[in-house]
């Protein structure tokens, strides 16, 4: 006779005994922060594990305890020094590849080098390069946040969640904005309208774009390539043929595609580091009547000056989903609004492990 435990029970056994392994790749804050979160949502133990850097800057990784033929989930955090960042998570793929694990699932809420994931003159496509790097180390699945470009999934040969933001945002403009039904959703530049439309659908909210400021440098329009060639005759290919001149580009005048005079704009965007177009945006929109301006994104990285800068623009508030919203400008500490999504992901977490879809966060 056989005794079968209830299902809620089995779940509980399975995660707790049957081979889930939590990993906070680096010493990080943030990342510590997230990991015991998720840790605590799940009902697990940290895994042990020493990350530390050589005196001479390598990266050394020691795994304190068994991962044989258990599911290792690792959580990795982007800080400030990327390539430490990066070089942490690939040793530490592979520590527990060489030491048997059944699989290896790497939690990287910002994709690091997700911004070069297009051929830019006569450079690379760097996102592909770390793509097969983590494959090539071992990982075997990946979950991710709001990437750059939905086709960066495709550099990879392994399954790759990309999870979205966009509930946590939206939640955050319903509860948190008293008069947001007189908001606009603005996308600072046409490349974001999408993502701008997305939000202003699901809030039943109006749109506005703006057009005309100074291009991005990962725009479509700078790749190092001229078509047509910038000659009239080609009389080296043929004698006959001949190509028309190149048009030169010209910037058009900053306008702003839609009515923001006396509402609240909410700029909304996947990535908040350098925050010159953010500022141009909000001053524009400022001249334009908007009374309130919200800016909105997943990943808040502001490098560099940013928070200050923030600090002294139009920009009202400032909200990204991250677990990092204390940072230190000059000297003193910038606080902006920040939503830990360390409770969901641990949800998805659980999901996957019981062959679940968190529908509200998938694409």
């Not at 923001?260 to 909000?282: C, E, P, Q, W, Y």
Request: aromatic share 6%.
């Amino acid at each position: 006779m056989f005794c079968v435990a209830p299902p809620e029970l089995e779940t509980k056994m399975n995660i707790t005994k049957g081979g889930l392994v939590l990993f906070s790749a680096n010493s990080n804050s943030s990342c510590m922060e997230l990991s015991k979160k998720i840790a605590e949502r799940l009902g697990v133990e940290m895994g042990k594990v020493q990350v530390y850097q050589e005196p001479n800057r390598e990266t050394r990784v020691q795994i304190q305890e068994s991962v044989r033929g258990k599911d290792v989930f690792i959580i990795q955090t982007v800080s400030k020094d990327v390539n430490t960042t990066i070089m942490e998570l690939l040793i530490m793929v592979y520590a527990c590849k060489t030491s048997c694990a059944k699989s290896i699932i790497g939690v990287i809420p910002y994709f690091p080098y997700s911004k070069q994931c297009k051929m830019r003159k006569r450079g690379s496509i760097v996102s592909k390069l770390l793509a097969s790097m983590m494959c090539k180390a071992g990982l075997t699945h990946l979950i991710t946040m709001d990437l750059h470009q939905k086709e960066i999934q495709g550099f990879f040969n392994i399954p790759v969640d990309n999870l979205r933001a966009s509930p946590f945002l939206l939640q955050y403009i319903q509860e948190e904005i008293p008069d947001y039904r007189n908001a606009v959703i603005v996308a600072k530049s046409p490349a974001s309208a999408k993502r701008a439309q997305s939000f202003a659908e699901r809030l039943r909210l109006g749109i506005a774009v703006i057009h005309g400021e100074a291009q991005d440098a990962e725009s479509d329009l700078v790749d190092g390539r001229h078509s047509p060639p910038m000659v009239r005759s080609v009389a080296a290919i043929h004698p006959s043929l001949e190509i028309p001149m190149l048009i030169p580009k010209e910037k058009p005048p900053i306008t702003v595609v839609g009515d923001v005079g006396g509402r609240i704009a909410i700029i909304v965007d996947d990535i908040i580091d350098d925050v010159d177009s953010f500022l141009a945006a909000a001053e524009t929109l400022k001249e334009r009547g908007a009374y309130k301006i919200f800016v909105m994104a997943t990943h808040g990285l502001l490098s560099s000056d940013a928070p200050r800068l923030i600090e002294e623009s139009a920009i009202d508030e400032d909200l990204h989903v991250s677990d990092r919203n204390h940072l230190a400008v000059g000297g003193e500490e910038f606080e902006s609004q920040a939503v830990s999504p360390g409770g969901q992901l641990a949800d998805v977490y659980q999901g996957w492990w019981n062959g679940e879809l968190q529908k509200s966060l998938s694409p």
